[in-house]
C-alpha cells in the first residue's frame, strides 16, 4: 500500500510529506493546498497510464489536472518532483520523478526518475532512467545491482513515458528483470488510485451501462447496473443499510433499472416512506446529500483491494449530525475491503466526531508565512493537547488556532 507522498515545489508545496494511513483526512482552511496533494496523486497515477505528451491537458487542450502546465510546478520554480514510498512484504518501494516544465512549448519533460528498493539490511535503486539524445532508457541492473557499470541492462523507453509505464506494458527481462518484477507492485497500486470528486446533480441522468464509475460519479447507476448480479446485490444492500440512516424517514429500497427498447440506459431509483404509501423516486428528484452518499459508497464499496480511494470534500452536502456516520462508515468498510480511504475535509462538524484514538489519522495542511503549503500529521503537534483543551479539532481549526500556533503566531 502506498505510505507516502512527498512533494517538492509542486504547485503550493514548498517541501512536504503527506502520510497515508488506513484512513486518512487531509484537513485545512479553503486554499491551504489539500486540493494540490489530490493533483500530484492524479498525476502519478496518469503517468502510468498515459504518454507524458498528454497528461495534463485533454486533446481538446482543456486541463485534466487544475491549471495546466502553468500551475504544476511552485510560483517561479523550475522544477517539481513528486515521490512515493510504497509498503510490501520484506521492505519499502520509494519512487521518484523529478520534471521540468515549458510552458511556452507546453510540455513536461523528465529530469530524473528512478525506483528504489528500502529494506532493513539495504538501500539498492531497482530501475534508474538514463538518457540520451534519441531515446531514453532504464537501466536494469544485473540482478539489481546499479553500481556496477558492466551489469546494466538497457532499454530503451520513448523520451515521454515513465518508467511505471514502462512496466505496466513491458513483460519480461530474463535474468535482468528482478528489479522489475519487483517494483511492477508499485505501478500497479499508482494506476488504482480512484480519486472521486463528486458531482451530485451530474448523476440525475440515464446512463449508459458500464464497468467504470465516473470520477465525478454521474454514471453511478450505470455502473452499478454493470456490476456482477451477486456483487450488485450486495453493494445495493450495502447502500441501503447505510443510506436508512440519512433522512428523517427511511429509505425502504434502493434500485438500479434498465429502460429503453434496447436496455441499455439505466436510472436509480429510491423507494420512500415519508409518506403511509411507500412513494418511488428516480435520480432527478432525489436530495443531493442522498446521491452524493450514494455515489460514495458505491466507490468505497467496488474499489479493488489494495488500492487507494480519495475522496474529495467527503461531508459536502450531507447534514452535520451524520459526520460520525460517514466516519464510522471509512472505517469499517475500508478495513473490511482492504482499502485505504483519503479524503479531504474543511468541516468542523467532521472533524469534531474524531475520537482522540483517530487523530493519528489526521493531516493538517495550512501555508507557512512564506506562502508554501506544508502537512502536518495532528499527533505530532506537541501543543495538541493543550489546545484540545479548549474544544474539540474542527473548533480549534475553524478559530485558526491551530493554524496561528503552527506558524508561531
Ligand atoms: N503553481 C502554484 N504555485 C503557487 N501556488 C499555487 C500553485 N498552484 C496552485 N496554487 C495555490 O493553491 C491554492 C489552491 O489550493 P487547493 O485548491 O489545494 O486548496 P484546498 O485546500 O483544496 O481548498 P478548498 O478547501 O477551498 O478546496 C491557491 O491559493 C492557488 O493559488
Ligand atoms: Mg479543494
Known amino acids: 500500500m502506498i505510505k507516502e507522498l512527498h512533494l517538492k515545489n509542486w504547485k503550493s508545496f514548498g517541501d512536504t510529506i503527506l502520510y497515508i494511513e488506513p484512513v486518512t483526512v487531509l484537513m485545512g482552511l479553503n486554499a491551504s493546498g489539500k486540493s494540490n496533494a489530490i493533483d500530484a496523486l492524479l498525476f502519478l497515477q496518469r503517468i502510468v497510464k498515459k504518454d507524458f505528451s498528454d497528461i495534463f491537458i485533454n486533446e481538446e487542450g482543456k486541463d485534466i489536472i487544475r491549471g495546466g502546465y502553468e500551475e504544476a510546478t511552485k510560483y517561479k520554480e523550475k522544477n517539481f518532483t513528486i515521490g512515493v514510498l510504497f509498503g510490501k ?3 519499502d518501494l520509494y519512487y521518484e520523478i523529478t520534471c521540468v516544465i515549458n510552458i511556452t512549448n507546453r510540455n513536461c519533460t523528465i529530469l530524473n526518475e528512478k525506483i528504489t528498493e528500502i529494506t532493513n539490511e539495504n538501500t539498492i535503486i531497482l530501475l534508474e532512467r538514463g538518457f540520451d539524445l534519441k531515446s531514453d532508457f532504464i537501466k536494469y541492473g544485473k540482478p539489481i545491482d546499479l553500481s556496477d557499470k558492466q551489469a546494466f541492462h538497457i532499454v530503451p523507453i520513448p523520451k515521454h513515458s515513465s518508467i511505471l509505464n514502462h512496466l505496466i506494458s513491458y513483460k519480461g527481462l530474463s535474468e535482468y528483470d528482478a528489479g522489475g518484477k519487483k517494483a511492477i507492485v508499485l505501478a500497479e497500486a499508482l494506476e488504482t488510485i480512484f480519486i472521486l470528486d463528486v458531482q451530485p ?10 464497468d467504470r464509475l465516473q470520477g465525478n460519479g454521474s454514471n453511478v447507476a450505470g455502473f452499478i447496473a454493470g456490476l456482477p448480479k451477486k456483487k450488485q446485490k450486495g453493494v445495493l444492500v450495502k447502500i441501503l443499510e447505510y443510506a436508512k440512516q440519512l433522512p428523517e424517514k427511511e429509505f425502504t429500497k434502493i434500485f438500479v433499472k434498465k429502460v429503453g427498447i434496447l436496455k441499455s440506459d439505466v436510472m436509480l431509483y429510491c423507494e420512500e416512506s415519508f409518506f403511509e404509501e411507500k412513494r418511488i423516486a428516480d435520480a432527478r428528484t432525489l436530495s443531493e446529500g442522498t446521491l452524493r452518499f450514494i455515489i460514495i459508497l458505491t466507490a468505497i464499496l467496488t474499489r479493488p483491494a489494495n488500492s487507494l480511494l480519495v475522496i474529495e470534500e467527503i461531508d459536502n452536502g450531507i447534514h452535520p449530525s451524520r459526520a460520525s456516520l460517514l466516519l464510522e462508515i471509512l472505517l469499517k468498510e475500508s478495513t473490511e475491503k482492504n482499502i485505504d480511504i483519503l479524503v479531504t475535509t474543511h468541516n468542523e462538524a467532521f472533524l469534531n466526531v474524531l475520537t482522540p484514538h483517530l487523530l493519528a489519522f489526521v493531516m493538517y495542511v495550512h501555508r507557512d508565512k512564506a506562502g508554501n503549503s506544508i502537512i502536518t500529521p495532528v499527533d505530532e503537534i506537541e501543543e495538541l493537547p493543550r489546545l484540545l483543551a479548549q474544544g474539540n ?14 506558524n508561531g503566531e
Open 89 to 91: 512484504e520484506n521492505g
Open 201 to 210: 446533480n451530474s448523476a440525475r441522468d440515464y446512463s449508459k451501462i458500464t
Open 393 to 406: 479539532l474542527g473548533d480549534v481549526v475553524a478559530n485558526k488556532k491551530l493554524h496561528h500556533f503552527l
